[in-house]
C-alpha cells in the first residue's frame, strides 16, 4: 500500500524556519515526482514546488528563494526546507506523488498518491 507521511510541522515566529518531511512507503520516491502543496484556512489548495525523481526542482514564484526541496533516497523520504517565513506561508502542508512534476502553477486536482498533511503555523 502507497503512502505518503508529512511530519515536522508546528509553530514559528516570522523569520524563522521549519523543516517538513514526506516519508514514502509501499514506493519509492526515486521513481516518482514528489509535489509540496498547502491549504490556508478558507482558501484553496495552492502548489509549493516539486522536485522530480531525477532531482530536478521547480517553486512557485511566492516562494521561491526561500523554500528548498530536497530528498534522500536512501531514507524514501523527500523534505521541504522553509526559512524566512511569514504569516501568509501559514496553512496545512501536504506532500503528494506523481509519475512527472507538476507544471507551475501546479494543479493540485493532479496527483497519485497524497498525504495526510502537517500544520504550520507562522504568528507574530
Known amino acids: 500500500q502507497q503512502q505518503l507521511v508529512e511530519s515536522g510541522g508546528g509553530l514559528v515566529q516570522p523569520g524563522g524556519s521549519l523543516r517538513l518531511s514526506c516519508k514514502l512507503s509501499?514506493?519509492?520516491?526515486?521513481?516518482?515526482?514528489i509535489g509540496w502543496f498547502r491549504q490556508a484556512p478558507g482558501k484553496e489548495r495552492e502548489g509549493v514546488g516539486c522536485?522530480?525523481?531525477?532531482?530536478?526542482?521547480d517553486y512557485e514564484e511566492y516562494v521561491k528563494g526561500r523554500f528548498t526541496i530536497s530528498k534522500d533516497n536512501a531514507k524514501n523520504t523527500a523534505y521541504l526546507q522553509m526559512n524566512s517565513l511569514k504569516p501568509e506561508d501559514t496553512g496545512v502542508y501536504y506532500c503528494?506523488?506523481?509519475?512527472?512534476?507538476?507544471?507551475?502553477?501546479?494543479?493540485?486536482?493532479?496527483?497519485?498518491?497524497w498525504g495526510q498533511g502537517t500544520r504550520v503555523t507562522v504568528f507574530s
Open positions: 503528494a506523488a506523481a509519475e512527472l512534476c507538476w507544471e507551475v502553477p501546479m494543479n493540485s486536482a493532479l496527483g497519485d498518491f
Open positions: 509501499g514506493f519509492f520516491v526515486d521513481h516518482y515526482a
Open positions: 522536485i522530480s525523481s531525477g532531482g530536478s526542482t
